[in-house]
């Protein structure tokens, strides 16, 4: 997408462009990791010009995507890259937008970053849709599968503690599920022995568990072959044609 094409975007569509058009915030993300600075500059024009809404929330109560503040984590990363999104992670309003670009990155930084946000988490909300939760998800989808990023045993490390202390403290069935299948990206020993010694309820949690431990093992076994980039962008492409 060019420099204009987005602009196109933003003012052409089903939606007034205050509301962004036709523009959704995978156009925006997708726009500003391969513009960078040029394209944060697009976008803060694009939002000042069109007075995208930082909350989405409507007059009369309803809601559209709050382009506003996506824009601001977005410029930050066009900008900084994940250095900029940091200082976003600690503000509440804010939090989750630098979540969502940080889950399109797919870097070790970006995953680090994660990892240090996840390090402090209070872990006691139940909506999933919190910046804890939704930072542990980000890092389920970046590491628990074949095709995710490429990291070392600390790193695995820092995830497991992350997950062991996240599960202690989650007050959903759902969530708890959710610590389970992010363990999968720590595919060491230590996890695989803290996930077979745990005692779970609910069939749910339980078939998280087993899929853990499957997965694990498989990732552990000496014949396991991590697929080569061209293999991972087949696993991404047939993951996303079944999405």
């Known amino acids: 997408m060019n420099l204009n094409a ?31 600075a040029a394209g944060a500059d697009e976008i803060d024009r694009l939002c000042a010009q069109h007075g995208w809404l930082a909350n989405g929330l409507l007059p009369d109560g309803t809601r559209v995507a709050p382009f506003a503040s996506w824009a601001r984590a977005c410029a930050a990363f066009g900008r900084r890259g994940v ?21 399109e990155e797919k870097t070790l930084e970006s995953i680090q970053a994660l990892l240090g946000y996840c390090a402090s988490a209070a872990w006691q909300s139940s909506d999933a849709m919190h910046p804890d939760w939704r930072a542990l998800s980000a890092l389920n989808l970046l590491l628990s599968f074949d095709d995710g990023v490429k990291v070392e045993q600390a790193v695995m490390d820092d995830l497991l503690r992350i997950v062991v202390a996240a599960f202690d403290a989650a007050p959903q069935p759902f969530l708890s599920s959710l610590c389970l299948w992010t363990a999968r990206g720590a595919p060491t020993a230590k996890a695989l022995a803290w996930l077979q010694a745990l005692e779970v309820t609910g069939a749910d949690v339980d078939a998280a568990r087993t899929t853990a431990i499957k997965s694990v093992r498989r990732r552990l076994a000496p014949d396991y072959r991590a697929p080569d980039a061209k293999a991972a962008r087949q696993i991404r492409r047939a993951r996303a044609a079944d999405v």
């Open 83 to 103: 250095s900029g999104l940091r200082p976003l992670l600690v503000d509440p309003e804010l939090s989750g937008f630098a979540i969502a670009v940080l889950q």
């Open 6 to 36: 987005l602009a196109r975007k933003a003012s052409k569509g089903p939606a007034p462009p205050a509301y962004g058009g036709s523009m959704n915030v995978e156009d925006m993300i997708r726009f500003v990791r391969v513009h960078g």
